[in-house]
């Protein structure tokens, strides 16, 4: 398939630029306190609804109880790990390791701050650098329907039954080995980068090894990855909690089992249902080689991403805030209460350059989604071309990857 180009003159191109840069400018002016109350009572809610799942669960296995445990496993992922370690809230934390990318979730602090299949500095690796440096060309690693492309050969019921246990297991057979891998390349890059040519050798890597090459079975079977986050988790929440449980009688026990064991399903197909959507579908292109200028790199990201109607704060929390994933993408490190704030005037200066704003409901995008994984139409490819943009083949890429380390 012949791949589709998004044009911008130069004149348009600077627009988009200065436009984005004063925006940024107001945005981070009127950052402060009203932005980590937020985050807070986000936070609080989040363990609410886990510690009413759990309440709940000495009745025995119930759905309300499932639903609760899984919304608050989602919250503390989507909705709180998240932006903070994207350095959202570092400049406004005055000095607290709950609200600090440096310290959030390290050490003994990932027992209270984010205790899950993944660890905070994997995490990082993989999603801040791996997924936002270079999204949808050829080294992001979230590229879902690329990912899933050899479906294609089997029949769509084949199709749909694999991506539902990918929706519902996501977390742990794909992110999990996926931030790893991640972390052991950046572990080498640096390694690489302390000896003589090291750098030099680095570049000239694959984007298969960059990435550690394609996932299979055995990524599952990581020493490292089962003794410091799968066992931990799954001995913290399958096992010790419903014995904890025990004195209020087997059936309080196994109703924390049991709805422990759902809500991680239910958690797992309800990230997934918010997340992939907003870079997958037949209308999100992938795009090809990397981007050669600033101004292609935050193109790309307005072209490569679509948002969510929402009407209000209920909404976005459901959505886990990735509702305003073009304003995410171009901004990772906004503390989420100013996505909402700044959404308008983005879509604005998109329009006014003639570049695609996507916003639809949740519930299309899944339904884009699922086509573009189960049907039989392949995902466009894209190429950005920009007058004049003074290319800076290679050099960006290194720039942009320190913005969000």
């Known amino acids: 398939m012949a791949a589709r180009t998004t044009a911008l003159s130069a004149e ?10 004063a925006l940024r400018a107001r945005v981070t002016a009127r950052t402060g306190p009203d932005d980590l109350r937020h985050i807070k009572r986000l936070s609080r809610l989040g363990r609410a609804l886990s510690a009413a799942g759990y309440a709940s669960s000495a009745l025995g296995p119930n759905p ?3 639903v609760l445990i899984g919304l608050g496993r989602f919250a503390r992922w989507v909705v709180i790990a998240h932006p903070v370690l994207h350095r959202a809230y570092d400049g406004i934390a005055a000095g607290d390791p709950a609200w600090h990318s440096r310290t959030f979730a390290r050490g003994r602090r990932g027992l209270w701050d984010w205790f899950d299949w993944l660890q905070a500095d994997a995490w990082q690796a993989q999603h801040n650098v791996a997924h936002h440096c270079y999204t949808g060309d050829e080294r992001d690693p ?19 039954l694999a991506l539902l246990l990918t929706a519902c297991t996501w977390k742990w057979i794909y992110y999990g080995p996926a931030t790893r891998r991640a972390l052991r390349r950046r572990r080498e890059r640096g390694a690489a980068d302390a000896r003589p040519q090291g750098r030099a050798q680095a570049a000239e890597a694959s984007p298969q090894e960059r ?40 059936g309080a026990a196994l109703g924390v089992l049991v709805n422990s064991l759902v809500a991680e399903l239910l958690s797992n197909l309800h990230s997934f249902a918010v997340i992939a959507p907003t870079h997958t ?19 790309r990201q307005i072209v490569g991403s679509v948002n969510y109607e929402s009407p209000g704060a209920a909404a976005d929390f459901l959505h886990g805030y990735m509702g305003y994933q073009i304003e995410h993408h171009l901004w990772p490190d906004l ?24 916003r639809d409901s949740v519930w299309r995008r899944i339904a884009e989604m699922i086509r573009a994984v189960v049907g039989d139409e392949e995902v466009q490819t894209a190429r950005v071309a920009i007058a004049d943009a003074g290319a800076r083949a290679g050099g960006g890429d290194v720039e942009l990857a320190a913005v969000h380390a």
């Open 211 to 250: 990435e550690g090459g394609s996932w299979s079975p055995r990524a599952l079977l990581d020493s490292e990855m089962l003794l410091r986050a799968y066992l931990p988790y799954v001995l913290a929440h399958f096992v010790l909690l419903p014995l904890a449980f025990l004195p209020l009688g087997r």
């Open 281 to 299: 579908g037949l209308d999100i292109p992938v795009f090809e080689g990397a981007a050669r200028s600033r101004e292609e790199y935050y193109v």
């Open 142 to 160: 979230d590229r879902l329907a690329v990912n899933m492309a050899w479906l294609k050969r089997k029949p769509k019921i084949v199709r749909a």
């Open 64 to 66: 309300v109880s499932m």
């Open 12 to 21: 348009e191109a600077r627009r988009l630029m200065a436009g984005l840069k």
């Open 335 to 358: 503390p989420l209460r100013q996505y909402r704030e700044v959404a308008g005037e983005v879509e604005a200066l998109c329009r006014d350059v003639g570049l695609p704003y996507r």
